[in-house]
């Protein structure tokens, strides 16, 4: 059986550059993110915050969704964030042991 997938964001700050990904398992991938484990863009950025993330039942549908999001204008993205996390919270602070800040 294959596992769900989810999109994600990470910014360097509010309303800094954005990050977006997907994952099979959210909790891992961020972990990654903060622990230095991506190199190339994300890490040159310090992308560690999650700001919003959407879950589905398949990678395959995550990645449907994902691809249109990157060609989003920033607006949007934008918008998309802070309509659910107007205050750019940091959404894993419970998963990894505190908030991280800018």
Do not use: Q
Not at 32 to 38: I, K, P, S, T
């Amino acid at each position: 059986m294959r596992k769900g997938g989810c999109v994600y964001i990470l910014p360097n700050r509010k309303d800094g550059t954005l990050y977006i990904g997907v994952t099979n398992d959210i909790e891992r991938r961020v972990s990654e993110h903060r622990g230095g484990a991506v190199k190339g863009f994300d890490a040159k950025y310090n992308l560690i915050r999650l700001v919003h993330y959407e879950t589905f039942a398949t990678i395959d549908d995550a990645i449907v969704r994902e691809k249109p999001l990157k060609r989003w204008r920033r607006s949007w993205k934008i918008n998309l964030i802070e309509a659910d996390n107007p205050d750019w919270r940091d959404l894993a602070a419970d998963w990894t042991g505190g908030e991280v800040s800018d």
